[in-house]
């Protein structure tokens, strides 16, 4: 900040200095020729106004080009000025083409300041402009008993000359009032710009005044002292051009009134009352004029509409805040304030009432993949259905995240409703190229006569997890047994987190195997958790709840990198390889093939020995988890579709797929020796995947029946209790555990 200021004040130096060789010329042979300077600077600081004009965007854009035009039509005048003057040796007759140019100044740079200032509402049109019109009025008396009234006594040899006459000091008066507006409305931070234009402005002002005074009394010339004006004025607009090119003006956008802007019509009209009063008592000029009069009570009328307009704004404003403290400002829905608020109001005006709670079913794998712009885009779209769904008098309202509510009173009929809900947020959603599924789980509670807002907040939390519970995209209704199944994924979250800190959990190995040849090809490597209180607890129960907690990440490099330093200190490890189970929010994570290097680095093992395996919904998934599969098998890690045929089982996936490796779902593997229809699927199956080069294997072998019509189907792999349990890799250990196998 302080070296910002420093360089402000060096550009402020450096453009008054521009003034001294007018001055220091001044009454010398030289000093008709200082006319060629502010010619040049003029269009110097066109230039750099002009490249303030490319870097900026809208209607700053705008601003700016109209003021490096009317830099440069000062600058044509000016010339056209010194041509008469210093090379055909012609008087300059006034008004001549010279004024076109030197007018054509003030009125482009205030229409370009007014676009640089980016007033747009309404509301603050119509108090910049009561603001501006005040400080015009007060201007006006200051520059009337300094200037005007003089120029307008002494007259012109014609109408049209008196007009241009007066045209200077009115125009620089609009220029000044304009400018004062702009910086009030300025940040800190960024008005260095709106300084230099100041400084600018206040030269022009200065030079125009003394030049019409002069003019009209007869006794200009050029090069005298005031030219020095001019001078200061362009190189001033020529460093704010400068100075805008790299650091931009910050204006207050929020709709609150600042200070300075609050005492803007004020100061300036305080100061008019003083000056046409001083010049009364001091006995400086005559009494106040009739023009004095007119524009002194004009201000005070302005004063007073400015003032109503002031409550109109605030009313509007207090409006604004209102909807802003009780809507999301993404969805437009209700917010979780205004949500409270009404349920609180229909349960103490004890009227029916049920809560329906929406959580959407993996968003933040959505928000990873395809970035935070299509993650909104679903939450509008998620918002439009609920609105659709649910109509007025209902509630609705987004929570925070990707949690919705609805607050009905229609109290019947709520599965059905939940039913529609669910089958509306399937509809696909187009984000960009992609079809990106959308679905949720659905509490529903229904409060009785005492029931409180908390409880029926707790009772609605506990029916979306078991929604979720049961496989997700679903919903399910308040039931009170649910309050045990909830209390028991606090304690399971709660000694998980414990769990993963103490390094209580272990990894087993199941062997995968030749059919034919009975040999151990790989070991499939399971998280187990044995706990001191609760047992042991399946992994279909806390990998469930490590992905609900988003413990996943940590639980599955916690088994990854354990999985392979046992597997490379196990003596059979040599011409085996290790398949770890990923979830599909590792693969999201794009820190996850680091780690996955770091675990095979760690253990000394060759990417080739590491089968990952994910299961077969990650198919729907083309973009980031295909690519950070594909990013890892260009190492040498291999991929596995893992229980293949119970998800999102499109075989025209399959082909373009990274996959090295399909595991054959149990389900299909129990019926193949009794069921015909599943023993040709399996036959199909089994020559599909040989035609796009993939290895089959078949899980969930239980008795040599399968397994030998498994190998007269041609299935070389498999996996299963009747192959081996699983069990650590301890020396002599693991392969007794598998007596058929070698």
Partial sequence: ??????????????????????????????????????????????????????RATGGTRGGWALVAAGCLSWGVGNFYWSWNELVVRAEVLFPSYADAGYLLFPLLGAVGLWLISGWSSVGTRL????????????????????????????????????????????????????????????????RGVVLLLVLGLAGMATSDVLFALDTSAGSYYTGQPSDAGWFIAFSACGAAGWLATRRPMVLNDTGLTTRRQILLPYVPFGLAVVVAAGQTVAGLGPRV?????????????????????????????????????????????????????????????????????????????????????????????VGDRLRACFGEPDTVARLGGDEFAVLTGRVDGLPEQAERLLAGLREPFEAGARTVPISASVGIAVADGSTRPEDLRKNVDLAMYAAKGRGKNTYALFEPSM?????????????????????????????????????????????????PQLGSVPPDVF??????????????????????????????????????????????DPRFPGQVAAALAEAGLQPRQ????????????????????????????????????????????????????????????????????????????????????????????????????????????????????????AANSFLENAPLLR
């Fill in 610 to 729: 590491l089968v990952l395996e994910v299961t077969e919904n990650v198919l729907a998934d083309e973009s980031e988890v295909i690519g950070t599969l594909t990013r890892l098998r260009a190492t040498g890690v291999r991929v596995a579709i893992d229980d293949f045929g119970t998800g999102y089982a499109s075989l025209r996936y399959l082909h373009r797929f990274p996959a090295d490796i399909v595991k054959i779902d149990r389900s299909y593997v129990h019926e193949v020796a009794r069921d015909p229809a599943a023993k040709r699927i399996l036959g199909t199956l089994w020559q599909l995947f040989d035609a796009v080069g993939l290895t089959a294997v078949a899980e969930g072998i239980e008795d040599e029946a399968q397994t030998a019509m498994l190998i007269e189907l041609g299935c070389d792999l498999g996996q299963g209790f009747h192959l081996g349990r699983p069990a650590p890799l």
């Fill in 289 to 381: 004029d009739t023009a004095e009069a007119v524009a002194l009570l004009a201000g005070m009328i302005l004063i007073l509409l400015r003032q109503l307009s002031t409550l109109l704004h605030n009313s509007t404003l207090a409006r604004r805040l209102e909807h802003q403290a009780y809507h999301d400002p993404l969805t437009g829905l209700g917010n979780r304030a205004l949500f409270v608020e009404r349920l609180e109001v229909a349960l103490a005006a004890g009227m029916p009432a049920a809560v329906v709670y929406l959580d959407l079913d993996d968003f933040k794998m959505i928000n990873d993949s395809l970035g935070h712009d299509a993650g909104d885009a679903v939450l509008r779209t």
């Fill in 543 to 588: 990998i469930p709840v490590a992905e609900r907690a988003e413990l996943i990440g940590e639980l599955g490099v916690l088994v990854l990198r354990r999985a392979c330093a046992e597997f490379a200190a196990w003596a059979g490890a040599p011409g085996r390889y290790l398949s770890v189970n990923v979830s599909p929010l590792q693969l999201i």
């Fill in 127 to 190: 108090t910049v402009l009561l603001d501006g019109m005040i400080a015009g009025s007060a201007l006006f008396v200051v520059g009337w008993v300094l200037t005007v009234r003089s120029v307008w006594r002494a007259g012109a040899d014609s109408p049209f000359a008196f007009v241009v006459s007066m045209a200077y000091p009115i125009s620089d008066i609009v220029l000044a009032t304009i400018a004062v507006l702009l910086a009030a409305r300025t940040r800190r931070g960024g």
């Fill in 1 to 54: 900040m302080i070296g910002r200021q420093r360089q402000v004040i060096a550009l402020v130096v450096l453009c008054l200095a521009f003034g001294v060789p007018v001055i220091a010329l001044s009454g010398t042979p030289a000093a008709t020729y200082t006319q060629l300077g502010s010619s040049a600077l003029a269009c110097a600081a066109a230039a750099l106004c002009a490249a303030a004009a490319r």
């Fill in 483 to 531: 309050r045990e199944g909830f209390d028991r994924e606090l304690t399971l979250r709660g000694e998980l987190r414990r769990a993963l800190a103490d390094d209580a959990l272990h990894v087993v190995y199941q062997p995968i195997a030749g059919l034919r040849v009975r040999r151990v090809t790989g070991v499939e490597a399971l998280a187990r958790w044995d706990h």
